[in-house]
T-cell receptor
Framework: GAVVSQHPSRVICKSGTSVKIECRSLDFQATTMFWYRQFPKQSLMLMATSNEGSKATYEQGVEKDKFLINHASLTLSTLTVTSAHPEDSSFYIC??????????????FGPGTRLTVT | GQNIDQPTEMTATEGAIVQINCTYQTSGFNGLFWYQQHAGEAPTFLSYNVLDGLEEKGRFSSFLSRSKGYSYLLLKELQMKDSASYLCAVRDSNYQLIWGAGTKLIIKP
């Protein structure tokens, strides 16, 4: 149980285009989903926390107009990288928690999406 | 500020035991997690400690001392597939996960 999927697993796009990444909780309802970015040989960096039906909370330094997050249902959150540039190339990972707020026990991670911007 | 420290890299021999340490300074404490991450893959959950002491789960054990801000992950009977990065993460008073940079574990035959 507690499977999280991400799509696509890899994407290559041209500079200036937008890319949408989907994160789905397959066998549980996720009231909270998290989006991370990880550069090579570095730790996970939390980008934003999204709760179903409300606006995402972005971490300091993350541009909310560039990284659009939508959490329209209890099983789906999307991250759209708008006007992507080569420096946005990274490994994007989502995670989901089956309980909301402070009762989060653990986060279940998706397999990640490797974004390459040329 | 909040900080998680763990060694950058460790090397061990197949069949041996290795201990990966993690020290933390965070705003509050609501649990400590260990995750395993193979190269190019997302992290997978290994263990969770919220009370002092040792939690054992098969070949993996995790220890916590809240007064010392210290945890370790103990891996026994090492196998080649255990070569991965091991991430320590602490949940702070806001229930945010603060992540360490990870320890890359290299297993040699």
């Amino acid at each position: 149980g507690a499977v999280v999927s991400q799509h696509p697993s890899r994407v290559i796009c041209k500079s200036g285009t937008s890319v949408k990444i989907e994160c789905r909780s397959l066998d549980f309802q996720a009231t909270t989903m998290f989006w991370y970015r990880q550069f090579p040989k570095q730790s996970l960096m939390l980008m934003a926390t999204s709760n179903e039906g409300s606006k995402a909370t972005y971490e300091q330094g993350v541009e909310k107009d560039k990284f659009l997050i939508n959490h329209a249902s209890l099983t789906l959150s999307t991250l759209t990288v708008t006007s992507a540039h080569p420096e946005d190339s990274s490994f994007y990972i989502c995670s989901a928690s089956p309980l909301s707020g402070g009762d989060t026990y653990e986060q279940y991670f998706g397999p990640g999406t490797r974004l390459t911007v040329t | 500020g909040q900080n998680i420290d763990q060694p950058t890299e460790m090397t061990a021999t197949e069949g041996a035991i290795v201990q990966i340490n993690c020290t933390y300074q965070t705003s509050g404490f609501n649990g400590l997690f260990w995750y395993q991450q193979h190269a190019g893959e997302a992290p997978t959950f290994l263990s969770y400690n919220v009370l002092d002491g040792l939690e054992e789960k098969g070949r993996f054990s995790s220890f916590l001392s809240r007064s010392k801000g210290y945890s370790y992950l103990l891996l026994k009977e090492l196998q080649m597939k255990d070569s991965a990065s091991y991430l320590c993460a602490v949940r702070d008073s806001n229930y945010q996960l603060i992540w360490g940079a990870g320890t890359k574990l290299i297993i040699k035959p």
